[in-house]
T-cell receptor
Framework: IAGITQAPTSQILAAGRRMTLRCTQD?????MYWYRQDLGLGLRLIHY???????GKGEVPDGYSVSRANTDDFPLTLASAVPSQTSVYFC?????????FGSGTRLTVV | LAKTTQPISMDSYEGQEVNITCSHN???????ITWYQQFPSQGPRFIIQ???TKVTNEVASLFIPADRKSSTLSLPRVSLSDTAVYYC???????????FGKGTHLIIQP
């Protein structure tokens, strides 16, 4: 089934550790995104990429980095995790304004 | 982007029609109105999108008045499985991501 695959589905991470959340799409969409969702809140955009080789900062980019080496993959890296980065992370892609989201990665930083 | 305002929560019963109204007073000429649905532990899922007048698909209808300062998502004959958070978003052409508010938590009772 075409869509977004995120890994891992959940992770408990010690503060200060480095972590990469993986995201792969098989729809050949040019644009991809990373959001975080905290309890009771809507999604907030972390970083985005309009096409392979380009990235941009969203609303809450601090502490996160992304890369877009090819169309299908858009990994999100936390260089040194902090407890405030405990959240559910969603990857998405879009084509002509229609966004498809993954099932999320639940990250707990302790 | 235009800010959206929608009720925080709504209740209804199985078999009823549910209408969720969203206001977006500062919508721009090239903005589209789009609605997403999110179940617990899942990513948002596209429901419907429109620019003006009425749009209908297999799951919902979207009513947009001529001034486009509000929109109403209509869910016909809801069931328990329609319990979810519904987000109203204003989307501009381009690929810079969606801006989410807190959404409307719809609870359907038997």
């Amino acid at each position: 089934i075409a869509g977004i695959t995120q890994a891992p589905t959940s992770q408990i991470l010690a503060a200060g550790r480095r972590m990469t959340l993986r995201c792969t799409q098989d729809m050949r969409h040019n644009a991809m995104y990373w959001y975080r969702q905290d309890l009771g809140l809507g999604l907030r955009l972390i970083h985005y990429s309009n096409t392979a080789g380009t990235t941009g900062k969203g609303e809450v980019p601090d502490g996160y980095s992304v890369s877009r080496a090819n169309t299908d993959d858009f990994p999100l890296t936390l260089a040194s995790a902090v407890p405030s980065q405990t959240s559910v992370y969603f990857c998405a892609s879009s084509d002509f304004g229609h966004y498809t989201f993954g099932s999320g990665t639940r990250l707990t930083v302790v | 982007l235009a800010k959206t305002t929608q009720p925080i929560s709504m209740d209804s019963y199985e078999g009823q029609e549910v209408n969720i109204t969203c206001s977006h007073n500062n919508i721009a000429t090239n903005d589209y109105i789009t609605w997403y649905q999110q179940f617990p532990s899942q990513g948002p899922r596209f429901i419907i999108q429109g620019y003006k007048t009425k749009v209908t698909n297999e799951v919902a209808s979207l009513f947009i008045p001529a001034d486009r300062k509000s929109s109403t998502l209509s869910l016909p004959r809801v069931s328990l499985s329609d319990t979810a958070v519904y987000y109203c978003l204003v989307r501009r052409g381009g690929a810079d991501g969606l801006t989410f508010g807190k959404g409307t938590h719809l609870i359907i009772q038997p």
